[in-house]
């Protein structure tokens, strides 16, 4: 029988999909320390969700331990269509096309999802293709199709992300198809909702008034992963029930240099409002094939924790990886022993961060004398009176 892991209090969310959607490898992840299943519906289908939705809550069950269900929406994000052989090799240099027709792509043109796409752009403009691993420069837009050259070249397949930083997409965060998973989700009674794409508070509104339409009030989860986002992240960190700090779409959004500052700074202030934050996307990408993370993972995943987030995501690691089970494990690991040297200065840190761009309110200030007497005086429990869960968090 395996030793159980060291305690610990940040939450492990884990995103489920062909390497671990069976009842056994789910039992398995849920002794690892999965304390939330993330369903992505940017893929799979709603009878396929259905089918997996009650695996995880009679593996929950019979293991004894409460396992929250995440739908993650999927937004409006841009995505390339099918290529045919693939995957095709871009050259810098090279002319590449993008259009709006339904074609099967290859080394010299590929389709969008994005119909809109040669209306938003101009020449001069940057496309970023692949996570950002491949970049393009508009030269022309001719009908359906905008014309560029490779400015970095790379590997593309079928169905990879496509980027516009910058550009008005003029389009909303909140779409039908979202309405749609929307729905099922919430008669599936899932715990949370993520909303792919936020840029406004009044995305979020749009969520709840959908929800609102079928008599439910989902905990809304804002998927922070545009600049525009980053523009309006205060009234979205009023309107959202909790954040999440998507890495991927944002690390091509803003400069790949900024991003552990951004990181910071959004936990830091979603501490301040008693917002449960997530970081997520490469948290322990190296596990996908490899049986042990790189040391600057491990790092990036204790320096979250450090910074104050309440959960820690694997996306393809326990999606699509070799080893499923063994990253859980890892984060667990690496959550228990970082919280176990965590000192109390560094939550004062994490509060002086914080108010270098929030004013604090009467409820941080009650906050900041708790924590000083706690510091000051052992304490093995605190009691917080509350009817919503408000003021503990």
């Known amino acids: 029988m ?20 069976s009842p056994e490898m789910l039992a398995r992840l849920i002794r690892a320390g999965m304390d939330v299943a993330r369903l992505n519906f940017s893929h799979g289908n709603p009878s396929k969700h259905a089918e997996i939705i009650p695996r995880i809550r009679d593996a929950a069950r019979e293991i004894g331990r409460r396992v929250a269900i995440m739908a993650d929406l999927p937004g409006p994000k841009l995505r390339l269509g099918k290529i045919d052989p ?65 400015a970095v070249g790379g590997e593309l397949r079928s169905r990879k992300g496509l980027n516009l930083p910058g550009v008005d997409l003029g389009i909303s965060a909140f779409t039908e198809r979202d309405r749609a998973c929307l729905e099922f989700a919430l008669k599936q009674g899932v715990d949370a909702v993520g909303q792919s794409f936020v840029e406004r508070a009044a995305d979020i509104h749009a969520v709840r008034a959908a929800a609102a339409r079928i008599g439910a009030q989902p905990f809304v989860i804002a998927k922070i992963e545009r600049a525009d986002a980053l523009a309006h992240f205060d009234e979205i960190l009023a309107a959202a029930d909790g954040i999440m700090v998507a890495r991927g779409d944002l690390g091509v959004e803003v400069p790949i240099e900024e991003i552990a500052y951004t990181q910071k700074q959004l936990i830091a202030k979603a501490n301040l409002a008693g917002r449960p934050v997530i970081t997520a996307t490469q948290m322990l990408e190296s596990m996908v094939s490899s049986r042990l993370p790189t040391r600057a993972e491990a790092t990036d995943v204790a320096n979250a924790i450090l910074d104050g987030t309440d959960c820690v995501m694997l996306s393809g690691e326990s999606a699509l990886g070799d080893f499923p089970e063994e990253s859980v494990t890892m984060l667990a690991k690496i959550a228990a022993f970082t919280e176990a040297h965590r000192s109390r200065r560094s939550f004062a840190a994490q509060r002086e961060f914080a108010q270098q761009a929030t004013t604090m309110s009467r409820g941080d200030h009650m906050a900041s004398v708790v924590e000083t007497a706690l510091d000051t005086v052992p304490c093995d429990l605190l009691l917080v009176p509350t009817r919503g869960g408000t003021v503990a968090r």
Not at 2 to 21: D, N, Y
Request: net charge negative; proline share 7%; charged share 20%.
């Open 2 to 21: 395996k030793a159980a892991l060291p305690a610990h209090k940040t939450k492990i969310v884990a995103t489920i999909g062909p390497a671990s959607e």
């Open 86 to 150: 693939e995957p095709i090799q871009l050259l810098p240099g090279a002319h590449f096309t993008l259009t709006s027709e339904d074609i099967v792509g290859d080394v010299q043109h590929v389709s969008t999802s994005f119909e809109h796409l040669p209306r938003v752009v101009k020449p001069g403009d940057r496309i970023f293709l692949n996570d950002g691993l491949v970049q393009l420069v508009v030269e022309r837009i001719s009908g359906n199709d905008v014309e560029c050259v490779v």
